[in-house]
């Protein structure tokens, strides 16, 4: 199909729909998904909505958003067959108040009614399940929306927020569609549960209600809400050490040694894991006859308390970087495997154990 007679297609169908389509509708003339992309692509269509596109000689509106939620509950039917139906999809609540100008709602909040239960995939759509008749409905902006005085109704039914129900009532009481006498029934029947005595204190109160403010100092006590409830710097240190473990301590005066490779990818070792992995290298039973390492070299762990150990203080030093950056005992500064210090092997049985394995496993080699 040439775009010519395809674009020609699309504006028929989307003549009696406020300028949209359905990707359903547009699948039933033979349009493909690449068609409806290319057709984005080239700014003749706008995709205003999950599988609802707005035609290029269309202009969007305050109407916009709520024609396409409600084209996509039966993205099937074209709107014509849509008002046959008993059951429609009324918009109601928020959207309602929004489409009437009662209150302060936005054009996101989107409540639409159905006498049965529906099933969508639009997250956005909160739906509900309400009758309504021919009486409690009228078209806004060619959609089916809740009258002035229902839409009143529904939210003190609805038990809404103290505040929004007060901005609605003080936007009713000068609307030219809202009886006054039946508003002011609706206000004597639900003043006790907004705290009012009757339904005239409710009107006053409605009247000196200023919306705005009561807005900003919402916004400024959940500000100062959320401020107060964010962790500390001290809790995100606690964090920091309990989940990556301490900072390294600096080894000075250190022998000078190649840097030992970096792990690619490697992530930092916890403080427990470090702890563990050290009382496993210290605690190693000398009860095993022999151990073989890669190169075939054998490893008789019973002569762990031997004063076999290694000659070069270069390896020492690296050795001692292994061990300071994954939690294994270490060797202060100046101490070297010769014997000589305070701290040397000859000293300490266990640590010659544990020389002799870091040898063994090629931690203590040149690189």
Not at 107 to 112: R, S, V
Not at 201 to 216: M, P, T, V
Not at 257 to 277: C, F, H, I, K, M
Not at 352 to 359: C, D, F, I, M, Y
Request: hydrophobic share 35%; charged share 25%.
């Amino acid at each position: 199909m040439k775009l010519a007679n395809l674009i020609d297609q699309l504006a028929e169908i989307s003549s009696t729909q406020w300028g949209m389509f359905t990707t359903s509708q547009a699948k039933a003339i033979g349009v493909t998904p690449q068609q409806l992309a290319r057709l984005a692509n080239l700014g003749r269509t706008t995709r205003v909505r999950h599988g609802i596109y707005l035609m290029e000689s269309a202009r969007p509106d305050r109407y916009t958003n709520f024609r396409a939620a409600w084209l996509a509950m039966d993205p099937t039917l074209p709107v014509a067959d849509r008002l046959k139906l008993e059951d429609p999809g009324i918009f109601c609540g928020r959207s309602a108040a929004f489409l009437h100008g009662l209150g302060n709602a936005t054009a996101n909040d989107l409540e639409l009614a159905f006498g049965a239960r529906k099933q969508s995939r639009q997250r956005d759509v909160t739906y509900r399940l309400r009758k309504y008749t021919m009486r409690d409905w009228m078209f806004v902006g060619g959609i089916p929306v809740t009258k002035p005085l229902v839409t009143v109704r529904d939210h003190a039914t609805g038990h809404v927020d103290r505040a929004i129900m007060l901005d609605v009532m003080r936007s009713a009481q000068s609307h030219p569609r809202i009886n006054a006498t039946k508003l002011k029934s609706i206000a004597e029947t639900y003043c006790k549960y907004y705290g009012f005595s009757n339904g005239t204190e409710f009107l006053q109160s409605a009247r000196e209600f200023d919306g705005e403010a009561a807005r900003n100092d919402f916004l400024a006590g959940h500000l100062a809400a959320t401020e107060a409830a964010s962790p500390s710097k001290e809790f995100d240190a606690d964090i920091q050490r309990v989940t990556y473990g301490s900072p390294k301590t600096e080894v000075r005066n250190a022998p000078v040694a190649s840097p030992a490779p970096a792990l690619v990818g490697a992530t930092p070792v916890p403080q427990d894991s470090q702890e563990s992995a050290a009382a496993m290298v210290a605690n190693v039973s000398p009860q095993t006859e022999s151990l073989v390492n890669s190169t075939g070299e054998s490893l008789d762990t019973t002569s762990f308390a031997s004063n076999d150990v290694a000659e070069d203080p270069a390896d020492v030093s690296y050795a001692d970087t292994f061990t300071e950056s994954y939690g294994v005992p270490s060797r202060s500064a100046g101490e070297v495997d010769s014997g000589v210090g305070t701290g040397s092997d000859t000293d300490d049985p266990d640590q010659g154990a544990v020389t002799k394995l870091r040898n063994f496993f090629g931690f203590g080699r040149k690189r």
